[in-house]
């Protein structure tokens, strides 16, 4: 029987979605696929799973009759007649030219009948021959401008996934592993372990007597689709999206030392070792030489390791030689901001726009994670095709929320909105508009190719608005999809301190925007920050864990980020 993974099946609904845009179907059929996809890629558990124990899969949220019937013949046959009879009309590889930033459905169709440009390769190769300024409404800055997106493209590392993709499936080979008596710890290390926001390949440690049955059980995996090298301690293999996994065994008193440098990077175990150095040591993956006699040691625990070296324990998303070192020599290392720390979430979404639940459902969800606040930001006017909502609907929609606080008092909800900051600078509401609401997201979603001087000008804009409390992923980046645009952060970050806006970082993990870096920089200037996971649907909550490992890769404390205030001193602060 053929088997399908979460991301196998939501990239089909979302191609088709896609294609089925294209043709120019209804837009209520286009967004039931969409959605579709965007629940099952949020998914907890496994849909083949559920669907071949027999469950109901019309239960799950976004997932309709059709939708469930097309998922049973998939996992059924390995195929889906509506997608083959799909691609016989449209080209299937127009999927990928839609990915080229500035490319729409409507430009898609009109360079495919036009034109006949059904690949990347073939529009690139038309810009250049300055073919595309035949379409209606293109002109040569527009051509130049598609042109520049390929380019960028094809320099992106393609090997690369991003978080959403690699920690479930790492988190499922650990599981895996734990479960094994032989197995007396398990860890992830490398990037992911340091949560950086792209992750080419995955390692995992075993501390262990008896790798056999591990190395086992590692290789015969369901989502395993090649081993590329086994041994008795080390085992290599390919998951069926792509990613490459070694696992390693190891001996339970080298655990510390193996961890530590298998974790990385190696820019900062560079200076561990210049630290082991100065004390007469070599050091390299089990242990550390004493380099008068050749004695060794090993340690079993990390913060061991660190401690001999003289330094306070490095949390490992710090340990990409930025100054961690040092601080680990002065003690004066952050505590970094948990997950734990966060009281509400500011920026999420319902079926009132592009959501995938009602406003009381995303309010349940949000009291089960502990929150004492929501706010709900749907998309305002200007943003079509994720169904913004008018100033009238805002005002429906506001009832609808006072229903809701009515029938769960354990939950503040707030009304606010994600409004658009628009291409030629002006805001989709006017200010009278604003004052009506709670909270304000300013954000940018279209646009984004603009040059430096107008992109930054348009955030200003909001930024200075009395009204506007947030700046949504400020970047406009897409992880592995699209680069950000290109604005003036440095003068953005200015002006926010300035005004008391906050910056948001998004923990979606497509943006991580702000990323790390200018997390950090946020913080040196005074910014106020917020973690938001821009929720769509219940299950994007938990991606809150991405936001908070990006805030702090970033040097945040709790402090530094406000939504970690209670309700009273938010509110307060909501206020000033």
């Not at 027999?54 to 195929?79: H, V």
């Not at 070599?282 to 070296?309: C, I, V, W």
């Not at 304000?440 to 603009?450: E, F, K, M, N, Y």
Request: aromatic share 6%; net charge negative; hydrophobic share 40%.
């Amino acid at each position: 029987m053929p088997r399908f993974n979460n991301k196998e099946v939501a990239e089909l609904f979302a191609n088709i979605g896609d294609l089925l845009e294209i043709k120019g179907e209804n837009r209520f059929k286009i967004l039931a696929y969409r959605k579709a996809a965007d629940n099952i890629a949020g998914l907890g558990q496994d849909l083949f799973n559920l669907w071949e124990a027999g469950q109901d899969l019309k239960k799950i949220e976004g997932i309709g009759q059709a939708i469930a019937d097309k998922s049973a013949e998939l996992f059924e046959t390995g195929k889906l007649e509506f997608w083959e009879k799909l691609i016989a009309e449209v080209p299937e590889s127009l999927v990928d030219v839609l990915n080229i930033p500035d490319v729409g459905p409507k430009l898609a169709k009109s360079m495919w009948q036009e034109l006949g440009l059904t690949t990347v390769a073939e529009v690139k190769a038309a810009a250049q021959a300055g073919k595309l300024q035949t379409l209606p409404r293109m002109g040569a800055k527009s051509e130049a401008r598609i042109l520049a997106s390929i380019e960028a493209l094809e320099r992106r590392d393609t090997g690369r996934v991003h978080l959403g993709i690699a920690w479930p499936l790492a988190m499922t080979v650990i599981a895996t592993l734990e479960k094994l008596p032989e197995a007396l710890k398990v860890e992830v290390a490398g990037s992911l372990r340091r949560m950086r926001e792209t992750i080419g390949d995955l390692d995992f440690l075993v501390a262990t007597e008896q790798p056999e049955p591990i190395m086992a059980a590692f290789k015969a995996m369901n989502d395993v689709q090649e081993v590329i090298a086994a041994g008795e301690t080390k085992s290599s293999v390919r998951f069926r999206n792509g990613l490459q996994a070694d696992l390693r065994c190891l001996e339970p008193s080298r655990w510390g030392t193996a961890l530590q440098y298998f974790t990385g990077s190696q820019a900062h175990n560079v200076k561990v070792r210049e630290l082991a150095q100065k004390k007469g040591y070599s050091l390299n993956e089990y242990a550390l030489t004493r380099e008068s006699d050749g004695e060794k040691l090993s340690f079993e625990q990390e913060a061991d390791l660190y401690e001999f070296l003289g330094l306070a324990y490095i949390p490992p998303q710090l340990r990409e030689d930025r100054g961690e070192i040092k601080a680990a020599q002065n003690k004066s290392l952050p505590e970094l901001v948990q997950v734990g720390d966060i009281k509400g979430e500011v920026h999420c979404h319902s079926t009132w726009s592009d959501g995938a639940q009602s406003i009381e459902e995303m309010a349940r969800a949000a009291m089960e994670r502990g929150y004492e606040y929501l706010v709900i930001t749907d998309h305002s006017q200007s943003l079509g095709i994720a169904n913004g909502l008018t100033p009238e609907r805002l005002r429906r929609q506001r009832q609808e929320i006072d229903d809701v606080q009515a029938k769960l008092p354990g939950i503040r909800l707030l009304q606010g909105t994600e409004m658009e900051i628009k291409a030629d600078g002006s805001l989709d509401f006017s200010d009278e508009v604003l004052a009506e609401l709670d909270f304000v997201v300013a954000s940018v979603h279209t646009g984004l190719r603009q040059d430096r001087e107008t992109l930054t000008k348009r955030m200003l804009a909001a930024i200075n608005n009395p009204y506007v409390h947030l700046i949504g992923h400020p970047s406009g980046r897409l992880l592995t999809q699209r680069e950000a645009g290109d604005f003036d952060m440095e003068a953005i970050m200015h002006a926010a301190a300035e005004t008391g806006t906050a910056l948001e970082i998004n923990a979606s993990p497509e943006r991580l925007d702000l990323n790390d870096a200018h997390v950090r920089r946020a913080i040196e200037l005074g910014v106020d920050l917020m973690i938001n996971c821009d929720a769509h649907h219940a299950a994007g909550f938990e991606n809150m864990r991405f936001g908070v490992a990006t805030a702090s890769r970033g040097w945040a404390t709790a402090e530094s980020i406000v939504n970690t205030l209670p309700w009273e001193k938010f509110a307060m602060r909501l206020k000033h």
